[in-house]
């Protein structure tokens, strides 16, 4: 889904559970992946993370992604005031 923010998680990952209460709180939809049940996912956030698998790395609906993205540059990035 290309229109939608893209929020790409595991199960262990603090930052994911932070990222995705202020998400829920601003009333910003988002479909979560968890990369270690989807290969395809973990490939995505590798290429745009020099190999790593780096999370809560974001995918936004213009396509271009963000990793542990201040809550401020989410806002910029979907074009809503910070």
Partial sequence: MRDQLV???TTWC???VRLKRFLDREGIGYREVNIEEDPAAADFVM?????NRTV???Q???GS???NPSPAEILVELGRPA
């Fill in 7 to 9: 929020m790409f998680t």
């Fill in 14 to 16: 603090g930052y994911c």
């Fill in 47 to 51: 290429s745009v993370n020099g190999g």
């Fill in 56 to 58: 809560p790395t974001l």
């Fill in 60 to 62: 936004f609906p213009s």
């Fill in 65 to 67: 992604a963000l990793t």
